[in-house]
């Protein structure tokens, strides 16, 4: 997001209701809910104009939307309290939401977690409803939000489909290979840090995610044709490399959580043939990093259904049910417990002692059941 910035400070009111934005009626995505804190919110929207073309040598004339980004960042608000927020002054309620800040201690809370939500709109939004009954403290993707992230189109249906979950609840995703390290998933998004990785704590529960796609560079245009694999080559292990410094040094920060849920989209384990040796690599790269630093749950997707695996007393879940077409289950590992080719979403109920995975399948149903204890 880099359009409007700008900062209001609160009076500590119990349930405030903030009028945020004073703006025209063209909002045309959101309002919707960002990065929150315990004592911070970003609200984002988005208004539109149109920029007609024309196209040379044909008499065709195409009008693409163009978007304005909007956030404004809320700053010292209470912890674990609900706002109401307002934007357009026009009283209508598709303009207006609310939000409760994380607690600033260590209280039971929830979050929901999904991925691959980029097709089949129709089993996106079932899922969106059932998030929405639950009403968690904030949503995990774990990538391939939309099946173009260079289409405006393919976000304009994004936002459509979770325009009611997301103007209540944050959402924090990872960066899928199909979202093609858009500008756009950097406009409409505000998150921790550097947006690509990044981590923010809940209570004593530690939450990071990460990139495993790494950057689209443009080429230098210097470089000739046969130097280019090497180019790249080199730039990526560069990212990638300074990526893991982070997360070690992110992992070792944090000592003392008493959850810790890593995410982000290609897994590390894979139960698809003709993906196995894909995960193998990735997995040989990031090493027993997670494993090492206590790490219980590592979340991906990219593969599409629920799959279950342990190692060395980190739970490996893949979970790619939110809407994608869904995949065979052809290659299972030593490491897998459990693997169903279906469309879910995960309920996570974290407690003082314990965190509850509950796998939620299309019509509602408990497929799956996992408990963790906390660290130490
Ligand atoms: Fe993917």
């Known amino acids: 997001m880099k359009y409007l910035k700008l900062t209001l400070t609160l009076l500590n009111f119990i349930f405030p209701l903030m009028m945020v934005a004073q703006s025209s009626s063209d909002v045309a995505i959101g309002p919707y ?11 984002c929207w988005a208004t539109k104009s149109h920029q007609s073309f024309t196209i040379e040598n044909t008499n065709q004339k195409r009008s693409l939307p163009q978007y ?4 404004m960042i809320l700053s010292n608000l209470k912890p674990n309290t ?10 209508l309620s598709e303009e207006m939401g609310q939000f409760t800040t994380f ?6 809370f929830q979050f929901a977690i999904l991925g691959d939500t980029r097709s089949r709109h129709d089993v996106h939004s079932k899922h969106v409803d059932r998030i929405i009954q639950k009403n968690p403290l904030f949503v995990l993707n774990t990538g391939d939000m939309v099946g173009n992230g260079l289409n405006i189109h393919h976000w304009e249906t994004f936002f459509d489909v979770t325009k009611n979950l997301m103007r209540s609840i944050p959402y924090f995703p990872a960066l899928g290979n199909h979202e093609k390290d858009s500008k756009y998933y950097f406009d409409f998004f505000n998150l921790p840090g550097n947006e690509r990785y990044y981590s923010f704590s809940v209570g004593d529960a530690l939450f990071i995610s990460l990139d495993l796609e790494g950057i689209e560079y443009q080429t230098p245009e210097y470089l000739k044709k046969e130097n280019r694999e090497f180019f790249w080559e080199n730039h990526e292990i560069a990212y990638f490399k300074k ?3 982070w997360l ?16 982000f989209h290609k897994p590390l384990i894979s139960v698809k043939k003709s993906r196995v040796n894909g995960a ?3 997995r040989k790269f990031w090493g027993n990093i997670f494993e090492r630093h206590g790490v219980q749950v590592v979340f991906s997707g990219h593969d599409h259904h629920y799959h279950h695996a342990m190692s060395g007393g980190t739970h490996y879940i893949t979970t790619a049910g939110g809407g ?8 299972r590992q030593p490491e897998t417990v459990k693997a169903i080719k279906t469309e879910h979403f995960i309920m996570a109920d974290v407690r003082k002692k314990t965190t509850i995975l509950n796998v939620i399948d299309i019509n509602g149903n408990k497929i799956d059941t996992i408990t963790i204890d906390k660290r130490k």
Do not use: C, W
């Not at 304005?68 to 956030?71: D, I, M, Y």
């Not at 609900?82 to 009283?91: D, E, K, L």
């Not at 607690?103 to 039971?108: C, F, S, T």
């Not at 994608?324 to 290659?331: G, N, T, V």
């Open 103 to 108: 607690p600033d201690e260590i209280e039971p």
């Open 324 to 331: 994608a077409k869904l995949y065979d289950i052809d290659a």
């Open 243 to 245: 990526q893991k410094e």
């Open 280 to 282: 193998k690599m990735r």
């Open 82 to 91: 609900q706002y109401t927020y307002h934007i357009g002054g026009h009283g």
């Open 68 to 71: 304005e980004n909007h956030e």
């Open 248 to 263: 070690e040094h992110t992992l070792t920060l944090h000592d003392d959580a008493g959850f810790i849920f890593v995410y």
């Open 33 to 43: 809910i960002q990065n929150v804190t315990d004592n911070s919110a970003v609200v």
